[in-house]
């Protein structure tokens, strides 16, 4: 039996809270959010569970507490918006569109991952959905997303003839905010004009630790995108109606003037920074107070009372999701290991010859000219 040990709030036992405004969307729209969301949540729940069963290896960071994030992110732009992260990124990928059989096989290091098994939870890549990945570099995304914001801009401007107008969302923690290579992205993006959103999912940690620990400014996050001229906004993360409407209108304004913003997305990660976490550095009645804020819990309190869903409706969505995963699962199970053909795939030495272990690549001319190749600090070895 699933059980998810953080409560999504759902329907039936739910109190009906003040009515909101929903945006002008078929109900269709807004129950396909819910299910994502409640998809990304059971999906992850499974992931821990697999995890426990040594079913899943290596690291594995999961995304409770976050999903509406990546859900109102996505709904807020184009297929055709490319899409960059870091290694918290099932969610996305979900999101985005990639089955739930090709993430969770991905996990499990199997060919019917979207990565043939050999990427892991780290590296979901979707080409089809363009999502450029899962990277496992803290902050290394961001000249990446940069990049590909330049490319969609050089190819929409340039060699469509402004047929087409792209924004780049590319993702990264509130920790990754601190690395060099974050303030030469947006610097470069505010000196060429890149549309490009930053959108810092600031869930309060870098591991263990808290924000104002790490990080200047940080009451005042999106000082760090105005200071490269970057357009700025500060977001609930923890309500997808709010990120699909200012991410909406972010997205749209940064397409037309093709410009760069950097977004503070307030959020929290009800789990530990990865499988191997205590959570010593913060107190249960924390956690719990954040999970009262539930995104889920709160999106459908707002859907029964404007009638969108009904109890029963919710309980289907949660049992189709289930089934979803459950059958993810079994997928996983069931598809085979990569052969070991495949560790000479897909890798940049492809093209110049299998590695022959401490001797040289064949392109190199191999073992016999090993000689040729000295470190220069006197120590026998290859450079
Ligand atoms: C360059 C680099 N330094 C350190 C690490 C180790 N590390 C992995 S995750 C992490 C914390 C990043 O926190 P944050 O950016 O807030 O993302 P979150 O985990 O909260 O989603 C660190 C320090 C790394 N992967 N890469
Ligand atoms: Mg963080």
């Not at 509130?174 to 549309?195: C, H, K, R, T, W």
């Not at 490269?228 to 304004?253: C, F, P, Q, R, S």
């Not at 249960?284 to 009262?292: C, G, Q």
């Not at 996983?332 to 110049?352: C, H």
Request: a negative charge; one cysteine or more.
């Amino acid at each position: 039996m699933m059980a998810t040990t953080t409560p999504s709030g759902s329907g039936a036992n739910s109190t009906h809270g003040a009515a909101r405004k929903l945006p002008a969307l078929p109900s269709t729209t807004l129950t396909k959010w819910l299910r994502e969301m409640h998809l990304i949540r059971e999906f992850e729940v499974r992931c821990m569970q697999s995890y426990q069963e040594k079913k899943i290896g290596g690291f594995c960071h999961v995304y409770i507490g976050q999903e509406a994030v990546a859900v109102g992110c996505t709904a807020a732009v184009n297929l055709e918006d490319p899409i960059i992260t870091a290694y918290r990124d099932h969610g996305h990928a979900l999101a985005r569109g990639m089955s739930s059989r090709a993430c969770m096989a991905e996990m499990y290091g199997k060919v019917g991952g979207c990565a043939k098994g050999k990427g892991g939870s780290m590296h979901m890549f979707d080409r089809p959905h363009n999502l450029y990945g899962g990277h496992g570099i803290v902050g290394a995304q961001t000249p990446l997303g940069a990049g590909i914001a330049f490319a969609t801009k050089y190819e929409d401007e340039v060699m469509n003839a402004g047929r087409n107008r792209r924004v780049t969302l590319c993702f990264l923690g509130d920790g990754a905010v601190n690395q060099g290579s974050v303030y030469e992205a947006m610097n470069l993006a505010g000196l060429f004009d890149i549309p490009v959103i930053f959108i810092v999912e600031n869930n309060g940690y870098s591991m263990g630790t808290e924000i104002s620990r790490g990080t200047t400014m940080s009451h005042e996050l999106t000082i760090k995108g105005r200071a490269h001229g970057l357009k700025e906004a500060t977001i609930d993360g923890m309500d997808v109606l709010a990120v699909y409407h200012d991410m909406h209108e972010l997205a749209n304004w940064c397409r037309e003037n093709s410009r760069p913003a950097f977004v503070d997305m307030k959020c929290y990660r009800y789990k530990g920074h990865s499988m191997s976490d205590p959570r010593k550095y913060r107190t249960r009645e924390e956690e719990e107070r954040h999970e009262l804020n539930d995104a889920i819990g709160k999106f459908e309190r707002t859907l029964l009372d404007h009638a969108v869903v009904t109890d029963a409706s919710i309980k289907e969505i949660m049992n189709s999701t289930r089934e979803e995963v459950r059958d993810a699962l079994k997928f996983s199970n069931e598809s085979p290991e990569p052969d070991m053909s495949e560790l000479y795939t897909d890798v940049f030495v492809e093209p110049w010859g299998r590695f022959t272990g401490s001797s040289l690549p064949e392109f190199m001319g191999g073992a016999a000219n090993a000689c040729r190749f000295h470190a220069t600090n006197g120590k026998e070895g290859l450079v």
